[in-house]
């Protein structure tokens, strides 16, 4: 009786498992671990320019190449917390070492023999005679760095999935999560770039840092203490083994006769249960599924993974390969923010940037789009999301692809505003003779935000719709490689962004060669990007509509209605 009540009083309690309580915690540590890194992200040039004595050129690609790579690695944060690791210790395991990385800046940037000297009195012509950092000052600058980097991409592989976890699959509630999760974000970021940036201006880089490492702190003890809360998902495996695996068996069976029945292939449930049904795209796969005939006619079953596949396996590999046009077409989106972030503070330097008396650094102008996304999530969800759910009967109100192509859309308009608004931003300074004044130009910064607000929205359809399509459609064993995938078209974005200004600048003579951007055509270079964005949205199209959504059987379920079935007869006994 003693094992009767323990295993009806567990039964009681798994249903308080999940839901919008867990996912508070979740919210939590987005938002501060989102805090800290977004403010790092608009002003670390200057700390690398003005603290590290590096050049304007060097400063701008390390701040590149550390963006890129904290979005790349989270491939690694994925397939550890697919394979290894539940999402809620990959979270703190990765928390962990971000916060390792966080107090290595701190400390160097506190103690001045840990930095170069600084340059004092000399013109900007003449800083390359500053004195360099040293291997060891470099040593530590680069380490602090990368460990923020490798943390938070595995933080940003894992939190998301473990946030979307807490629901059902088919519940409404899991789509909205993935926006209250930007939201989250987005109020991080929009601390960052103000308060966080505001320190390191007024008060120093030691103290700025400092904070960033707190906030860090705290996230992981704010997840922790949500620890009893959640539902965690059991690795099963290596999902990047399976997929090898199924092109390792398909070549060994080339030389087979194609399949033509599905009941010629080798299956049973998949990772969790999940049987994915067999689709006739990229039929070459189906070999790794068929099965092999022994002498006496008999199915052997005794094989192998390296000789046999399930179906199900041999769909999730071609769940990843259709996922890849997907998230390719999405690259450019990614290296027009890029440009738009670092062109737009530049664009910043030369204007009014005082707001109701306010002067506002150029490292937060980006808070005009984080306001804009800040405000529209919650009247996307509460609002347009509930009248487009009745319209379509989809749970989402419009499906991912149809999302993502809308942010695309307004990418490729905020770069037309862009030229715009540098076209009239030129015409101010020829019309008050000012082309080679250093002062500021008698036009507010805030003409900047009609660019900015727009792609704040193309970013909020964007980002969800990417981080949710990934998530849904990735099979029940990689979803935190679905997710960390999604983060891939960031990481390419930001690494196609030089080469992108490197080609234009070369082909066009020089529009951005000037270190004066009253006499460069910066107005040019934004109205290409917006006809590259029309042409990448025609891309999109194409590869959107050649997708195939998943379809899906799951197991567990069925089980878990006949455990229920089998609880309630315990219980009357």
């Not at 989106?333 to 737009?344: D, G, K, P």
Request: glycine share 8%.
């Amino acid at each position: 009786m003693g094992i009767l009540r323990a295993f009806n009083g567990q039964a009681k309690q798994e249903p308080k498992r999940g839901g919008i309580r867990a996912t508070l915690f979740v919210y939590a540590m987005g938002g501060l671990e989102n805090m800290a890194f977004i403010s790092n992200a608009v002003s670390l040039v200057t700390y690398f320019y003005g603290y590290m004595n590096f050049s304007l050129t060097k400063s701008a690609n390390t701040l590149t190449n550390f963006m890129g790579t904290s979005f790349l690695v989270a491939l690694f944060g994925g397939l550890i917390s697919d394979t290894y690791l539940s999402r809620f210790k990959t979270c703190v395991l990765f928390g962990c070492i971000e916060l390792l990385g966080y107090a290595a800046l701190t400390v160097q940037a506190h103690f001045d023999q840990l930095r170069p000297p600084p340059c004092q009195g000399l013109a900007i012509s003449q800083t390359t005679q500053c004195q360099a950092a040293d291997i060891g000052q470099a040593a530590i600058l680069f380490s602090g760095l990368y460990l923020v980097a490798f943390g938070t991409s595995g933080v940003k592989a894992a939190l998301p999935s473990l946030g979307a976890d807490q629901f059902d699959e088919r519940d409404p509630k899991r789509s909205s999560f993935f926006n209250w999760f930007l939201l989250s974000f987005t109020a991080g970021a929009i601390i960052g770039v103000t308060f966080i940036v505001w320190i390191s201006t007024n008060q120093g880089w030691d103290w700025a840092f400092g904070v960033c490492t707190v906030a860090v702190l705290v996230s992981i003890m704010v997840l922790s203490m949500g620890k009893s809360l959640y539902r965690n998902n059991v690795p099963k495996g290596s999902p990047l083994l399976r997929i090898i695996q199924v092109f390792v068996v398909a070549i060994r069976n080339r030389k087979l006769p194609q399949p033509g029945i599905e009941d010629e292939l080798h299956d049973v449930a998949g990772v969790h249960n999940e049987i994915l049904p067999r689709t006739d795209q990229f039929r070459f796969l189906d070999r790794a599924a068929i099965e092999h005939t022994c002498d006496d006619g008999s199915t052997s079953v005794n094989l192998g993974p390296w000789r046999i596949c399930t179906v199900t396996q041999v769909e999730e590999t071609k769940i990843i390969i259709r996922m890849l046009p997907i998230i390719l077409s999405t690259v450019f989106m990614n290296t027009c923010l890029a440009q738009l972030q670092t062109f737009t503070v530049q664009q910043s330097t030369t204007m009014n940037t005082h707001v109701l008396g306010i002067k506002m650094p150029g490292s937060s102008i980006p808070v005009i789009p984080l306001v804009f996304m800040f405000i529209f999530i919650p009247i996307y969800d509460c609002v347009f999301v509930p009248i487009a759910r009745k319209i379509t009967g989809i749970p989402t109100g419009i499906r991912y692809l149809q999302r993502i192509g809308v942010g695309l859309v307004l990418s490729a308009i905020s770069m037309a505003v862009a030229g715009v608004v540098e076209t009239r931003r030129k015409s101010v300074a020829r019309e008050h003779g000012m082309v080679d004044s250093l002062q500021p130009l008698p036009m507010n910064v805030l003409w900047l935000g009609y660019q900015y607000s727009i792609f704040g929205l193309a970013d909020m359809f964007t980002f969800v719709g990417l981080i949710q399509f990934f998530y849904e459609e990735s099979s029940a064993g990689m979803k935190s490689l679905g997710t960390a995938i999604s983060w891939c078209s960031s990481a390419f974005g930001y690494y196609l962004s030089s080469v992108v200004v490197d080609v234009v600048n070369k082909v066009s003579g020089g529009w951005l060669d000037n270190n004066n951007l009253n006499r460069d055509k910066l107005d040019y270079f934004y109205w290409l990007l917006a006809g590259m964005s029309v042409v990448n949205f025609g891309v999109y199209l194409v590869c959107a509509s050649w997708y195939r959504y998943k379809k899906v059987e799951v197991i567990y379920k069925e089980e878990n209605h006949a455990e229920g079935k089998q609880v309630e007869m315990l219980n009357a006994v």
